[in-house]
């Protein structure tokens, strides 16, 4: 089984961060606990509407799948807050309105 670990680029002003943690816990959270006093100068992003349903891997942008995405995230994430959350790809099952709305009731939210 392949396993995807993030890619870290740092030096002493800046940090970039790449990883899938949507679906499953990442070293990355021990990385960003490391990090916690300069967490004001890193900018986080991850994406979502994604999901896997009877093995297979289906396109969600449904707010309610954005929604439970974004907690999953931050949980395997140990983090507070998103800087940039980005939709995987288009859901043609899901109105464009009801995606955007769900994305900016996560920005209202923090």
């Known amino acids: 089984m392949k396993t995807t670990e993030p890619v870290v680029q740092s030096d002493t002003k800046h940090a970039i961060v790449a990883a899938d943690s949507a679906t499953r816990p990442l070293p ?17 992003a991850t994406k979502g509407g994604l999901r896997i349903e009877g093995g297979k891997l289906l396109r969600d942008a449904s707010a309610r799948w954005l929604r439970q995405g974004v907690e999953q995230s931050l949980r395997n994430l140990g983090a ?16 464009f309105q009801e995606t955007a709305d769900a994305l900016e009731r996560l920005v209202q939210a923090g």
């Open 28 to 44: 990355l959270a021990d990385l960003l606990k490391q990090l916690n006093s300069r967490r004001e100068t890193l900018i986080l």
């Open 80 to 95: 507070d807050y998103i800087d940039l959350y980005q939709v995987h790809w288009p859901d043609l099952r899901t109105s």
